[in-house]
């Protein structure tokens, strides 16, 4: 079902984001094949716009690219002449929306074949998890092109690959294939092409089915723990944890566990 009722998602899909309901997996998918995929400004605004206004009944959300890529980048035709003022808003603007992402009410999985790359792997990075087939291929060819990223890349790609790799990535313009890509830490998961999508909808599916507050620490609460000194983080960690355990659903699902009625973990 499309969820293109509402005025603020209806402006989004007419500018390439779409946003449909499996269940309670919000699916949001960049159309502009016929560009790559390219992030334009109204782009960028759109994705803002669904990932700050997602159904109450998405429980998790899949982001995903139509056509032969998941995302080009930056659209380079819309690259004017900006001041350093201009140029600064203009990366905020980016920041702004790829927060809505990463730090939005429900983690999001991102489904990934094709080009991933620039904005595209800036966009990939801000998704909490990234599922990849065999066609995708990574690159920042910001260095290339004489620019550098502005979508929260330099923050976000070392803490997958490491600032060494990601140098190397922006120095030489270094490709990675999709089984290298998983090798390094861009994806997760790596798949068989064309079955990234329905990949990422399992697991979104599942991830849908966690007790809220449980989804809530680890999409806010942890990455911020990593980020803190060891003392701050497990102090964080003590509060994050008697919230979470504290609420109603996580006694409901232990109880379900001791009384035999809930599943065990099994060996993978
Ligand atoms: C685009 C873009 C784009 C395609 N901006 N128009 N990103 C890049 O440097 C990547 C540039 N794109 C490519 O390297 C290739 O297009 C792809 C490898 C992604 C795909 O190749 P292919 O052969 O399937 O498509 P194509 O023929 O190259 O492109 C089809 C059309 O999309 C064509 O337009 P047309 O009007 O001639 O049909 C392309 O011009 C257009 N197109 N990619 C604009 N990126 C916040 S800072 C982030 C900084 C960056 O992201 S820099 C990296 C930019």
Not at 171 to 183: H, K
């Amino acid at each position: 079902m499309t969820h293109n009722s509402h005025p603020i998602l209806e402006r989004a899909a007419a500018n390439g984001v779409a946003l449909d309901m499996k269940g309670s997996v919000a699916v949001v998918r960049l159309c502009r094949p016929a560009k790559r995929n390219a992030l334009n400004d109204a782009l960028i605004e759109a994705l803002r716009d669904v990932f700050q206004n997602l159904p109450p009944e998405a429980g998790a959300a899949v982001i995903h690219g139509e056509g032969d890529h998941f995302c080009a980048g930056l659209d380079l035709s819309e690259l004017k002449e900006r001041d350093a003022g201009e140029g600064i808003h203009h990366s905020r603007s980016w920041h702004v929306a790829l927060n809505a992402v990463e730090q939005g009410r429900v983690p999001v999985v991102a489904a990934l074949h094709g080009a991933v790359v620039g904005g595209g792997l800036e966009l990939a990075s801000a998704s909490h998890i990234r599922v990849a087939d065999e066609s995708t291929f990574y690159a920042l060819p910001e260095g290339t092109r004489g620019i550098f990223v502005g979508g929260g890349g330099s923050v976000r790609v070392p803490k997958l690959i490491g600032t060494a790799r990601m140098i190397d990535m922006m120095l030489t313009g270094r490709v990675y294939n999709a089984q290298d890509g998983e090798r390094v830490g861009l994806a997760q998961y790596l798949v068989p092409t064309g079955t990234a999508l329905a990949k990422a909808i399992e697991l979104a599916t599942r991830i849908a089915t966690n007790a809220p507050l449980t989804n809530f620490a680890l999409t806010h609460a942890m990455p911020r723990i990593a980020e803190q000194p060891a003392d701050h983080g497990l102090f964080t960690e003590a509060l994050m944890a008697s919230i979470a355990q504290a609420a109603p659903e996580a006694k409901a699902r232990v109880r379900a566990f001791l009384e035999g009625k809930a599943a065990k973990v099994q060996k993978g």
